[in-house]
């Protein structure tokens, strides 16, 4: 095991330490770190326990517990902390000593004072609080307004066709959220940025960006975003033209698209409009869901089916433990926090995945998904703490999304009996573009919001500006705008989740480049696709039951967080960079469909400035 041979290399270092000066100070070092890593991993258990009791179960008892524990774990991390820096670990001559050292050096939010530590986590536990119980009335509807967003709010959305009720279940859910939460962001702001501050950055986004360990690494996340946009403004002008003939004048020829019809309620992910956009509309269409549904797939047999994907890879089975305390399904008697997760007791035994299923595609997809974070766990559990994790949070992400590309390929959907149909290239072109509709659409969002919370946490965007801030850049990165004018009043941006509960959203970008980069590798090692010949398109590739690309796998997962991530990529893929070539050859197809398409069409490439207004009061748009 992987961390057998670090605990080897810890102990042969230290003794054969070259530096006199240091060798003494480097030993204690080592037994120092044993011991902290054995009480970091009980603190850690206790205080998820506490979190997974509030998360399941939205009291205000298990909300105080969580935050008497978070205060108690802040208290025992900075302790621990204050010991870190005192030992010279930058002489230290074992690496992976060094490295854990280096890890424990950044406390983070425990950085704070203890009060207003609990202050931050309350704040946030609050806003959690108003996102998870929120409910609006139906369209037209006076008397029924218990609709909660998962699953209510997100079927309207990706179902109904009818463009006032979007609207209206679009302008609710803002409405019912973001106000509420707006004083709450800003405090959470201050709170954040004087944590970071604490911690040696200028401010959280500097904090955020510090796990990649690259300081030119926003330039490279830039330059990748560029790489993709032409893929991007294709697409765009396509669906735009899509709209155009749904919608009429509701949508503008060029313009931004209104971002209420996109089947999204953040119009982050647009597959659910595929119905009446595909390219070859005529040829019989595979609605998944409906076949799920007509199977008799229930929640635990697409966790099965997931579970058997990543055992055909000859990866780790799921333990018994995950069966019997995982929820896969929302209670229908506590309020709970429907995000989708998965969880790490940091026991080496426990690992959950918490789950509000409805048989759709969308959560057969988020299964696998989810289930890859805990493959992850699994293969690393036996490295030292600050080891478990992934090389960045990026690959986390990754490794569940590199599994929905084969999930969702044509071939492995007919070989587990979701396509009955005969496959031509039309079928698979349709297949492609839904694909691009999920993963494509999705990377300007995804970049988008971490620019608009950098320039947030480092003051360049003022509090009375974070709203029409947030349309400035849906518009600029995006290409999409309200259906309404808007102003300060709302806050727009707390109708997503990761906003209002403090989680750094660039993984979820990197995840979308890594995972076409593994995707790449791990077919080559299958035999399904030739790096010269291209012999096969990476999108019909399909890894299920490929012992040989498992097992490629399976030794990157097992480096966790031991060595920095170029050092984990290189291991899998032969690359130390993040490289977007695989996404735009596994789409190749679908591109050059477009442009055709579009120029036929006379479709507008790109999109002029919105006419939406965003003011600082309502009142102002009144006037």
């Not at 949508?251 to 070859?280: K, Y």
Request: hydrophobic content about 35%; glycine content about 4%.
């Amino acid at each position: 095991m992987l961390s057998e041979v670090l605990f080897l290399l810890c102990c042969l270092s230290c003794v054969f330490s070259k530096d006199p000066d240091i060798e003494e100070e480097e030993i204690a070092a080592y037994n120092f770190m044993a011991i902290l890593n054995r009480k970091t991993e009980e603190m850690l258990n206790k205080y998820q326990q506490t979190e997974w009791d509030y998360e399941t179960n939205l009291t205000d008892e298990n909300l105080q517990r969580k935050l008497e524990v978070g205060a108690e774990m802040a208290k025992f991390q900075k302790e621990a902390w204050q010991q870190v820096i005192s030992f010279d670990w930058r002489r230290f001559s074992d690496y992976y000593l060094r490295r854990q050292f280096f890890l424990y050096s950044v406390l983070g939010d425990g950085a704070l004072p203890p009060e207003k530590y609990k202050k931050l986590k309350k704040i946030i536990g609050d806003m959690e609080n108003i996102f998870s119980t929120a409910k609006i009335c139906a369209y037209n509807e006076t008397q029924k307004c218990d609709l909660a967003l998962n699953p209510d709010i997100t079927n309207i959305m990706s179902t109904s066709r009818n463009e006032e009720e979007l609207k209206h279940v679009w302008l609710a859910w803002r409405d019912a959220v973001g106000p509420k939460c707006r004083a709450l962001f800003e405090e959470y702001v201050q709170l954040s940025n004087e944590a970071a501050r604490l911690n040696n950055f200028t401010d959280t986004s500097e904090y955020w960006l510090n796990g990649y360990e690259d300081p030119h690494f926003k330039d490279k996340i830039q330059n990748i975003y560029e790489q993709l946009k032409p893929l991007y403004l294709q697409l765009h002008a396509y669906v735009r033209f899509k709209l155009r003939q749904k919608y009429g004048d509701v949508v503008s020829e060029t313009g931004p698209i209104p971002a209420h019809l996109l089947g999204d309620i953040m119009a982050q992910n647009w597959r659910e409009i595929a119905d009446f956009t595909l390219p070859f509309p005529n040829v019989g269409d595979n609605d998944l869901t409906q076949e799920l549904i007509d199977q008799n797939y229930t929640a635990i047999q697409i966790a099965r089916t997931a579970e058997d994907f990543f055992k055909s890879l000859n990866l780790t089975e799921m333990p018994d433990s995950f069966w019997e305390k995982s929820i896969f399904t929302k209670s229908e008697d506590k309020p709970m926090v429907c995000m989708a997760s998965s969880w790490d007791f940091s026991d080496g035994k426990d690992f959950r995945v918490k789950l509000c299923m409805h048989i759709t595609l969308t959560d057969f997809t988020v299964t696998h998904h989810e289930m890859g974070h805990i493959e992850y766990y699994l293969h690393y559990k036996n490295l030292p703490v600050k080891f478990r994790g992934g090389a960045n949070d990026g690959f986390h992400e990754a490794v569940g999304d590199l599994i929905s590309l084969s999930v969702l390929s044509t071939k492995h959907l007919r070989q587990i009996g979701l396509i009955n149909t005969d496959i031509d290239h039309r079928v698979d072109m349709n297949n492609l573009y839904k694909v691009g509709l999920h993963k494509i659409m999705f990377l300007p969002f995804s970049y988008l919001m971490e620019l608009w919370r950098w320039d947030i946490f480092s003051g360049k965007t003022k509090p009375e500006d974070y709203n029409c801030k947030w349309w400035e850049l849906r518009e600029k990165y995006q290409g999409v705008e309200s259906p309404v004018d808007r102003s300060e009043e709302d806050f727009d941006p707390a109708s997503k989740y990761h906003i209002i509960s403090s989680t750094p959203y660039l993984r979820y970008f990197i995840a979308l480049i890594l995972q076409f980069q593994f995707h790449r590798t791990l077919c080559e090692k299958a035999g399904q696709y030739d790096p010269i010949s291209h012999y096969s398109h990476l999108h019909n590739c399909d890894i299920y039951q490929s012992r040989e690309a498992g097992n490629a796998l399976k030794r990157m997962l097992a480096m966790g967080a031991s060595r920095p991530w170029p050092d984990a990529l290189e291991a899998l893929t032969g690359q130390r960079e993040m490289d977007a070539t695989a996404i735009l050859e596994y789409f190749q197809p679908l591109h050059e469909w477009l442009k055709n398409e579009n120029k036929k069409n006379g479709a507008y490439v790109g999109w002029e400035s919105s006419k939406r207004v965003c003011t600082r009061t309502k009142k102002e748009l009144e006037t």
